[in-house]
Nanobody, 117 residues
């Protein structure tokens, strides 16, 4: 079992910034991939960015140049720095841990990020 706890969401004006954190605990082994997803009411959850234990990073086109994913392996914590936020970035953001080796796929409870004037 892996436990994921997100934090850092909130209300920000367009053009502002938020930094999300995801603290992981439990049976964490390498290799694995951690990711940020987001979901708005009535829509499917969509991936935003991924980072592997080796540091390989991928972004969706709609956040490239604005969001930065990173991780602190010593603290088992992943981050998402979100800059130049737009109203369409409003969503519940979820942290995901996926390991093919362990056959694990765990989710956090989500944190709400709202971009509005």
């Amino acid at each position: 079992q892996v436990y994921l706890v997100e934090s850092g969401g909130g209300l920000v004006q367009p053009g502002g910034a938020l930094r999300l954190s995801c603290a992981a605990s439990g049976r964490i082994f390498s290799p694995h991939i951690m990711a940020w997803y987001r979901q708005t009411p009535g829509k499917e959850r969509e991936w935003v960015a991924t980072i592997s234990t080796g540091g390989d990073i991928n972004y969706r086109d709609f956040v490239k140049g604005r969001f930065t994913i990173s991780r602190d392996n010593a603290r088992n914590t992943m981050y998402l720095q979100m800059n130049s936020l737009k109203p369409e970035d409003t969503a519940v953001y979820y942290c995901n841990y996926k390991s093919r080796l362990q056959n694990y796929d765990f989710w956090g409870q989500g944190t709400q990020a709202t971009v509005s004037s």
